[in-house]
């Protein structure tokens, strides 16, 4: 297997004294799509910055492509393209400009950094916006020209922080096709999230960060199957009995307080079996709705899992 970022017992306490990443592991392959999903502060952008080299660490060690970043500098911004949260980018310069001067930046003679900008504003639909400044670009162009740009020198690595982030939904998905395309041709995608959504559709492998640690680091597959299991909290007209609880494979009802139940289903089983057991116990329900969406599932089901067993680190 060849490895695009191998990251060991990363840290970062910034100097505010706040501690953003508690000590990750981390293995991500040659043409992976990958993505880092948590909630907001979980460290996604602090990781993001270590391995762009815009972030110093305060502890651990990455590779890219094998190489330590810290004493291959160069070749590490060679083989990175990155697309940052924040537009970072003169308002005042002109799109065309902002990819050329980057392909200037990375040493491309000038015949190839024309045809390169071309090719990538193309690509993203910028290609008549070329003359434009940037400032007069809507955020989904801003953001579009920011991959172009991350793009110019055709790297091997492509970061994304956030990329959809303010993206309406029909743009969002012209973008997802774009990256499915790149990645095909062999680049290695990593990027953030806390839409799970958008990792579904893209993503092969999955790491869930929060409060600086991973606590989770697995396929998307096996993911989605163990997240086939669905909560619905269901209101009683009056008081439930006291002894309510039912377990069964597939099903359980588990008594919250004096006039609600949650109900917890796996794939292929319905509401029916649980209304029937309810009925028969002379329960008369009301109303229901979903306890969270998946994405919540999932990180309740994580996080709970992680203060069971996590040991504290130092910063
Ligand atoms: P995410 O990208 O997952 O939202 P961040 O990496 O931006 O998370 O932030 C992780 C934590 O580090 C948060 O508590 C945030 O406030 C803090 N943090 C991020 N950047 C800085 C900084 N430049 N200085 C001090 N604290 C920071």
Redesign the pocket.
């Known amino acids: 297997m060849t490895v695009a970022i191998s990251v060991e017992n990363l840290g970062k306490t ?3 004294g ?1 501690t ?1 990443l508690k000590g990750i592991s981390l293995q991500v392959r040659q043409g992976d799509f990958f993505a880092l999903l ?10 993001i910055g270590i391995l762009s080299t815009l972030v110093t660490k305060t502890r651990g060690a990455v590779q890219i492509f094998g190489r330590d970043v810290d004493s291959h500098v160069y070749q590490t911004k060679l083989d990175l393209g990155v697309v940052p949260q924040e537009i970072n980018f003169s308002q005042f310069e002109r799109v065309g400009d902002i990819v050329m001067t980057q392909a200037g930046y990375y040493g491309l003679p000038s015949r190839l950094a024309a045809q390169r900008s071309e090719k990538y504003l193309r690509q993203l639909g910028l290609w008549d916006k070329r003359g434009q400044r940037s400032r007069t670009l809507s955020g989904g162009m801003k953001r579009r020209m920011m991959i172009a740009r991350a793009l110019v020198h055709e790297p091997r690595l492509l970061i994304l ?1 956030e990329p959809t982030a303010g993206v309406d939904i029909e743009l969002r998905r012209s973008m997802w096709d774009f990256l499915l395309e790149i990645n095909r041709a062999g680049t290695t995608i990593v990027l ?1 999230t806390h839409y799970l959504e958008e990792a579904e559709q893209l993503c092969r492998n999955i790491a869930i ?1 929060d409060e ?1 640690r991973i606590v989770e680091n697995t396929s998307m597959r096996k993911l989605l199957l163990e997240l086939d299991s669905y909560a619905f909290i269901l209101d009683a007209a009056a008081d439930l009995p006291g002894d309510l609880a039912h377990e069964e494979p597939g099903l359980c009802l588990r008594k919250l307080d004096s006039r609600s139940i949650e109900v917890t289903l796996s794939k292929g089983r319905d509401l029916n079996g649980a209304l029937a057991i309810l009925d028969r116990r002379g329960v008369r329900i009301i109303s229901m709705r979903n306890k969270t969406n998946r994405l919540e599932q999932l990180f309740l089901a994580r996080l709970g899992g992680q203060e069971a067993g996590a040991g504290e680190e130092g910063s």
Request: no cysteine; hydrophobic share 30%; aromatic share 10%.
């Open positions: 910034y100097a505010s706040v953003a948590g909630p907001n502060g979980a460290g996604k952008s602090t990781f922080d953030t960060i600086g």
